[in-house]
């Protein structure tokens, strides 16, 4: 039977039991919020294990279905209470912009989206009201154009109807167009006019008005207008068909951009969803139950079973596995796990079965920190954007003069019907002219960017560290944990004549096995990484800054530095030349002495990274000057160097002397990267233009960095310098393509080929090339996420 913790059971008899005075109507202790429920009134209920439980509302009553051992138990008040964090949205262009609620940017326009995306979020509401009025406008255009362009079609249409009443029609199939579908349109230009922030919506309001009021006058007033200005049929001309259209090619721009722009969240939607839904939680009775994963507490023991996703961060208690972590660091082969061995919510257990307890839930996931992360680099603006916010500033004060000044040119020198030419060419200019391209070029490839590091194991920032990470020609690296391993292993057993290998290393395991101490670790891993038998020691003691005694069997031994060994250690024992060799090498010598004789030297030593070598040749191919900084002493520091190819080396280095490096590299005009992790690194990696922390490192690492490896190793380096050029190249395009793309239509919104061709850009055109603008902008930068990292 179930035991529960003290007082527990009394109170869920409170649940359970109604109750209350005499006259008053009974209640209950709701057994997940705790709230009185007064019964008899419809509040929802649930019978478990024979008894009865009320609630105060259904959201209750689920919770409590889901896991009712959490609530009963009072596992449930172990939960840190913690207030629900409300939605936020930001712009994706001005992400300064930030509101508790949706809707549209007051800066640019654009429709606010949600900080961080859900796994579960429904359908964009922008999106379908887009759709929806896409598909009326387009209905209605569709006939329109019919009516409108039947002439030229061969179509006898007009004449059926007659130019009086065809302009009737034009305008009641135009009217619910502009009028209604549009409505979200001139909401937002008008917004941008009375906040002074002049946008693509001021320039699309603007354009579509002149098209749909000239057209409104000349079927209501026709009258009014000149002769000249008079068409087919003794009527002036109209453009409803021009203004129903450029209506219906923006919805289609938007819908498309809309689309384009959800697939910016689809890594940390993918990295949202790695984590399970439940997890299978032990119960202090020994049987097991598909949990909430929101009920998991530190502490809780679970199981993972094969094909299954690892549920929170833990350490496996029971059991092994080789688990797939490919998802948060990029690496494809699966890592082996044994009892003691981390493991981190979101990876996938490949083979076999273990039981963990949970370290970290929630938000202290290793999970959700990386999802925060990457949800907070995509909100953050490149330095290179600045371009883009400034000709953006007064972009469209100038279109709207050029469209003026095309307007008089066109009225005052342009041919007859000159009214029309004008009105041509100025709703052509204000349509064409959309700035929306320019404000996307940068945003959409850091979004892009975040995402598709996160998937490589490579976490940013934000924008202004990918790009520095791209500009920097100079590396400045710690060794320990950065360029080796940052734990000690066995190196070299020698042992002296009448020892054997196997027997030197196995008294030291013995003499070891009680310290912890990284350099014992090392020892005592390597005797068991050969199966070597456990020898008893007593008599053990541990002499400070000389190393330990004991003994085993009849033998005295003692086990330690150059200070306990050296009265047994002679110069013209060969060992001493060895043990000096050593020693320059970096490696640390460990004398072994049984029976007031030197039996043999162990050495340990910290191993390189096997893929430092090829990172540092390949940064180097690539004209970076590779620095390594460390606090180690100079001959440890050259013989790492020399190992990798490194010319640069800066030994005996304090956290302060490799900050002044920093300091002193920026001094000479290099862009300089930071690449360490330890707490000692913390300084430097602020210091210079881009920290890069190493996954395993401390937090004050991580805190000070601007791109993190989720792994550590030096492999993700090299991903996160190409996704950062990648990423830079890509932002370039896009300017280039916005700024050229606005060079070239406005000039020929305007008429400049109407000298060669005699005839001017169709509004109805400049619509069509402004929607896609935006929609190839997206396009390329959607591109990064095919980039080979």
Same mark, same amino acid.
């Given at each position: 039977?179930?035991?529960?913790?003290?007082?527990?059971?009394?109170?869920?008899?409170?649940?359970?039991?109604?109750?209350?005075?005499?006259?008053?109507?009974?209640?209950?202790?709701?057994?997940?919020?705790?709230?009185?429920?007064?019964?008899?009134?419809?509040?929802?209920?649930?019978?478990?294990?024979?008894?009865?439980?009320?609630?105060?509302?259904?959201?209750?009553?689920?919770?409590?279905?889901?896991?009712?051992?959490?609530?009963?138990?009072?596992?449930?008040?172990?939960?840190?209470?913690?207030?629900?964090?409300?939605?936020?949205?930001?712009?994706?262009?001005?992400?300064?912009?930030?509101?508790?609620?949706?809707?549209?940017?007051?800066?640019?326009?654009?429709?606010?989206?949600?900080?961080?995306?859900?796994?579960?979020?429904?359908?964009?509401?922008?999106?379908?009201?887009?759709?929806?009025?896409?598909?009326?406008?387009?209905?209605?255009?569709?006939?329109?154009?019919?009516?409108?362009?039947?002439?030229?079609?061969?179509?006898?249409?007009?004449?059926?109807?007659?130019?009086?009443?065809?302009?009737?029609?034009?305008?009641?199939?135009?009217?619910?167009?502009?009028?209604?579908?549009?409505?979200?349109?001139?909401?937002?230009?008008?917004?941008?006019?009375?906040?002074?922030?002049?946008?693509?919506?001021?320039?699309?309001?603007?354009?579509?008005?002149?098209?749909?009021?000239?057209?409104?006058?000349?079927?209501?007033?026709?009258?009014?207008?000149?002769?000249?200005?008079?068409?087919?049929?003794?009527?002036?001309?109209?453009?409803?068909?021009?203004?129903?259209?450029?209506?219906?090619?923006?919805?289609?721009?938007?819908?498309?951009?809309?689309?384009?722009?959800?697939?910016?969240?689809?890594?940390?939607?993918?990295?949202?969803?790695?984590?399970?839904?439940?997890?299978?939680?032990?119960?202090?009775?020994?049987?097991?139950?598909?949990?909430?994963?929101?009920?998991?507490?530190?502490?809780?023991?679970?199981?993972?079973?094969?094909?299954?996703?690892?549920?929170?961060?833990?350490?496996?208690?029971?059991?092994?596995?080789?688990?797939?972590?490919?998802?948060?660091?990029?690496?494809?082969?699966?890592?082996?796990?044994?009892?003691?061995?981390?493991?981190?919510?979101?990876?996938?257990?490949?083979?076999?079965?273990?039981?963990?307890?949970?370290?970290?839930?929630?938000?202290?996931?290793?999970?959700?920190?990386?999802?925060?992360?990457?949800?907070?680099?995509?909100?953050?603006?490149?330095?290179?954007?600045?371009?883009?916010?400034?000709?953006?500033?007064?972009?469209?004060?100038?279109?709207?003069?050029?469209?003026?000044?095309?307007?008089?040119?066109?009225?005052?020198?342009?041919?007859?019907?000159?009214?029309?030419?004008?009105?041509?060419?100025?709703?052509?200019?204000?349509?064409?002219?959309?700035?929306?391209?320019?404000?996307?070029?940068?945003?959409?490839?850091?979004?892009?960017?975040?995402?598709?590091?996160?998937?490589?194991?490579?976490?940013?920032?934000?924008?202004?560290?990918?790009?520095?990470?791209?500009?920097?020609?100079?590396?400045?690296?710690?060794?320990?944990?950065?360029?080796?391993?940052?734990?000690?292993?066995?190196?070299?057993?020698?042992?002296?004549?009448?020892?054997?290998?196997?027997?030197?290393?196995?008294?030291?395991?013995?003499?070891?096995?009680?310290?912890?101490?990284?350099?014992?670790?090392?020892?005592?891993?390597?005797?068991?990484?050969?199966?070597?038998?456990?020898?008893?020691?007593?008599?053990?003691?541990?002499?400070?800054?000389?190393?330990?005694? @004991?003994?085993? *069997? !009849?033998? #005295? /031994? $003692?086990?330690?530095?150059?200070?306990? %060994?050296?009265?047994?250690? &002679? =110069? +013209?024992?060969?060992?001493?030349?060895?043990?000096?060799?050593?020693?320059?090498?970096?490696?640390?010598?460990?004398?072994?002495?049984?029976?007031?004789?030197?039996?043999?030297?162990?050495?340990?030593?910290?191993?390189?990274?096997?893929?430092?070598?090829?990172?540092?040749?390949?940064?180097?191919?690539?004209?970076?000057?590779?620095?390594?900084?460390?606090?180690?002493?100079?001959?440890?520091?050259?013989?790492?160097?020399?190992?990798?190819?490194?010319?640069?080396?800066?030994?005996?280095?304090?956290?302060?002397?490799?900050?002044?490096?920093?300091?002193?590299?920026?001094?000479?005009?290099?862009?300089?990267?930071?690449?360490?992790? @330890?707490?000692? *690194? !913390?300084? #430097? /990696? $602020?210091?210079?233009?881009?920290?890069? %922390?190493?996954?395993?490192? &401390? =937090? +004050?690492?991580?805190?000070?960095?601007?791109?993190?490896?989720?792994?550590?190793?030096?492999?993700?380096?090299?991903?996160?310098?190409?996704?950062?050029?990648?990423?830079?190249?890509?932002?370039?395009?896009?300017?280039?393509?916005?700024?050229?793309?606005?060079?070239?239509?406005?000039?020929?919104?305007?008429?400049?080929?109407?000298?060669?061709?005699?005839?001017?850009?169709?509004?109805?055109?400049?619509?069509?090339?402004?929607?896609?603008?935006?929609?190839?902008?997206?396009?390329?930068?959607?591109?990064?996420?095919?980039?080979?990292?």
């Amino acid at each position: 039977m179930q035991k529960f913790e003290d007082g527990v059971f009394d109170r869920l008899f409170d649940a359970a039991a109604p109750s209350g005075p005499t006259g008053n109507p009974p209640t209950a202790i709701d057994p997940v919020c705790g709230m009185t429920v007064k019964l008899g009134i419809g509040k929802p209920s649930l019978t478990h294990d024979g008894v009865d439980y009320h609630f105060c509302n259904p959201k209750c009553r689920t919770r409590f279905a889901a896991d009712p051992w959490f609530y009963l138990s009072g596992h449930s008040r172990n939960k840190p209470k913690q207030p629900k964090a409300a939605v936020q949205y930001s712009c994706p262009m001005d992400p300064e912009i930030i509101r508790n609620e949706p809707g549209a940017c007051p800066i640019c326009g654009m429709a606010l989206e949600p900080m961080t995306p859900s796994a579960d979020e429904g359908p964009n509401p922008e999106l379908v009201d887009f759709t929806r009025r896409f598909l009326v406008s387009a209905a209605l255009t569709a006939p329109l154009l019919v009516l409108a362009m039947g002439p030229m079609l061969g179509l006898p249409i007009r004449d059926l109807f007659g130019e009086r009443l065809s302009g009737f029609l034009e305008l009641a199939l135009a009217a619910p167009v502009v009028l209604w579908a549009a409505r979200p349109f001139f909401v937002r230009g008008w917004a941008s006019l009375r906040t002074g922030h002049y946008n693509m919506w001021t320039l699309i309001m603007l354009g579509v008005t002149a098209a749909f009021g000239y057209s409104l006058v000349a079927v209501l007033a026709p009258q009014i207008f000149p002769h000249d200005v008079a068409g087919h049929g003794g009527l002036p001309p109209v453009y409803f068909e021009a203004a129903a259209v450029i209506v219906t090619l923006v919805f289609l721009g938007q819908i498309l951009e809309l689309k384009a722009r959800a697939r910016t969240g689809d890594a940390i939607r993918a990295l949202i969803g790695l984590a399970p839904k439940t997890a299978r939680r032990i119960q202090p009775d020994g049987s097991e139950f598909d949990a909430p994963l929101e009920n998991i507490l530190p502490g809780d023991r679970l199981r993972v079973r094969p094909g299954e996703a690892v549920p929170v961060d833990g350490v496996v208690l029971d059991g092994g596995s080789s688990v797939d972590e490919s998802m948060i660091t990029g690496e494809p082969i699966p890592v082996e796990k044994a009892e003691g061995a981390a493991v981190t919510g979101g990876t996938i257990n490949r083979s076999g079965a273990f039981v963990m307890q949970a370290s970290h839930v929630g938000a202290d996931m290793l999970l959700s920190r990386i999802v925060a992360l990457v949800a907070e680099a995509q909100r953050s603006r490149a330095p290179i954007q600045k371009l883009a916010d400034r000709v953006s500033a007064w972009f469209a004060p100038a279109v709207v003069a050029v469209a003026g000044l095309s307007f008089c040119a066109w009225l005052i020198y342009g041919p007859s019907p000159s009214l029309v030419y004008a009105l041509i060419a100025a709703v052509s200019v204000l349509i064409i002219a959309c700035p929306c391209a320019l404000g996307l070029a940068a945003p959409m490839s850091v979004m892009i960017a975040a995402g598709r590091g996160a998937e490589a194991g490579v976490l940013v920032r934000d924008a202004a560290s990918l790009e520095a990470l791209a500009a920097a020609d100079c590396l400045v690296i710690d060794k320990t944990g950065t360029l080796t391993q940052g734990k000690p292993a066995l190196g070299e057993v020698i042992p002296n004549a009448g020892f054997s290998e196997e027997q030197a290393l196995q008294f030291a395991a013995a003499l070891e096995r009680g310290s912890e101490h990284p350099i014992a670790s090392a020892i005592v891993q390597a005797a068991e990484a050969r199966s070597l038998p456990r020898l008893a020691v007593t008599d053990f003691s541990a002499i400070t800054g000389k190393g330990v005694t @004991g003994r085993i *069997d !009849a033998h #005295a /031994l $003692a086990l330690g530095n150059h200070a306990l %060994a050296g009265e047994f250690l &002679s =110069d +013209a024992d060969p060992l001493a030349k060895v043990a000096a060799d050593l020693a320059g090498k970096g490696d640390t010598v460990v004398f072994l002495v049984v029976d007031h004789r030197l039996a043999g030297l162990l050495s340990v030593r910290d191993p390189i990274k096997p893929e430092a070598a090829e990172m540092v040749r390949r940064l180097e191919a690539e004209g970076m000057r590779v620095v390594m900084a460390t606090g180690d002493s100079l001959p440890t520091a050259r013989h790492v160097a020399a190992a990798l190819g490194i010319r640069d080396v800066r030994a005996g280095h304090s956290p302060e002397d490799k900050k002044a490096l920093i300091d002193a590299l920026r001094a000479e005009g290099l862009i300089v990267a930071m690449a360490g992790d @330890g707490v000692n *690194d !913390a300084p #430097a /990696l $602020a210091a210079a233009h881009v920290g890069v %922390a190493m996954g395993a490192g &401390s =937090d +004050a690492a991580l805190k000070s960095a601007g791109v993190t490896l989720v792994k550590g190793d030096l492999a993700a380096l090299g991903r996160a310098r190409r996704l950062a050029l990648a990423t830079v190249a890509n932002i370039r395009q896009n300017l280039f393509f916005a700024f050229a793309y606005n060079a070239v239509g406005v000039p020929f919104a305007a008429g400049l080929l109407y000298p060669f061709t005699g005839s001017l850009l169709s509004p109805m055109a400049a619509a069509a090339a402004m929607s896609l603008s935006s929609v190839s902008v997206i396009g390329n930068a959607l591109r990064l996420k095919r980039t080979s990292l």
